[in-house]
T-cell receptor
Framework: AQSVTQLDSQVPVFEEAPVELRCNYSSSVSVYLFWYVQYPNQGLQLLLKYLSGSTLVKGINGFEAEFNKSQTSFHLRKPSVHISDTAEYFCAVSDRGLTGGGNKLTFGTGTQLKVEL | GAGVSQSPRYKVAKRGQDVALRCDPISGHVSLFWYQQALGQGPEFLTYFQNEAQLDKSGLPSDRFFAERPEGSVSTLKIQRTQQEDSAVYLC??????????????FGQGTRLTVV
């Protein structure tokens, strides 16, 4: 079984400031890691994913995340946020070992990023 | 269509009523998932189809929940005798591959169900 913890339910930040959204996971098996963004009244959109290789992953809209296996973390960062980044952000994991079960995702409870002028 | 389409977008049901939620995945996608997202929470897995086969239904909360995908494309999530705790956004996602490979799940906008 897996679980995902997003410690911050809300993160207020001023426009053009840097931001970090924290994500920690727990799993007895190797996992893939994802960050999704959800704008109001819209579906989830994939920001980035870590499957293998370099632990620093770059995604869309200037976001990046770093996989830290020893700390079981996958924090999301952006060096300079924009008003349009205001949204809910979800961290998720998927079991690497599934052979027929598809990419079932376990999500965290989300972090509301609010960018202010 | 270009993306995953869900209908209706909004549904209000009286307690005890049966509801059916529809998902049109991206054409050709093998995998289809249903998730339930309660207010203020992250999505939680309900069930998974590979083509027409329901390979995992471990997340369905009770036997009032039933999902089908008879021809391996459109899927319907049915909830019988709805209860207030069923109020949530129901998300559908599809992905091109059946196995856990380098694929991305594409999500629909969801159906917001409110049970009154």
């Amino acid at each position: 079984a897996q679980s995902v913890t997003q410690l911050d339910s809300q993160v207020p930040v001023f426009e053009e400031a840097p931001v970090e959204l924290r994500c920690n996971y727990s799993s007895s098996v190797s996992v893939y890691l994802f960050w999704y963004v959800q704008y109001p009244n819209q579906g989830l959109q994939l920001l980035l994913k870590y499957l293998s290789g370099s632990t620093l992953v770059k995604g869309i809209n200037g976001f990046e995340a770093e996989f830290n296996k020893s700390q079981t973390s996958f924090h999301l960062r952006k060096p300079s946020v924009h008003i349009s980044d205001t949204a809910e952000y979800f961290c998720a994991v998927s079991d690497r070992g599934l052979t027929g079960g598809g990419n079932k995702l376990t999500f965290g409870t989300g972090t509301q990023l609010k960018v202010e002028l | 269509g270009a993306g995953v389409s869900q209908s209706p977008r909004y549904k209000v049901a009286k307690r005890g009523q049966d509801v059916a939620l529809r998902c049109d995945p991206i054409s050709g996608h093998v995998s289809l998932f249903w998730y339930q997202q309660a207010l203020g929470q992250g999505p939680e897995f309900l069930t998974y189809f590979q083509n027409e086969a329901q390979l995992d239904k471990s997340g369905l909360p009770s036997d009032r929940f039933f999902a089908e995908r008879p021809e391996g494309s459109v899927s319907t999530l049915k909830i019988q005798r709805t209860q207030q705790e069923d109020s949530a956004v129901y998300l559908c996602a599809s992905s091109p591959a059946g196995r856990n490979l380098n694929t991305e799940a594409f999500f629909g906008q969801g159906t917001r169900l409110t049970v009154v």
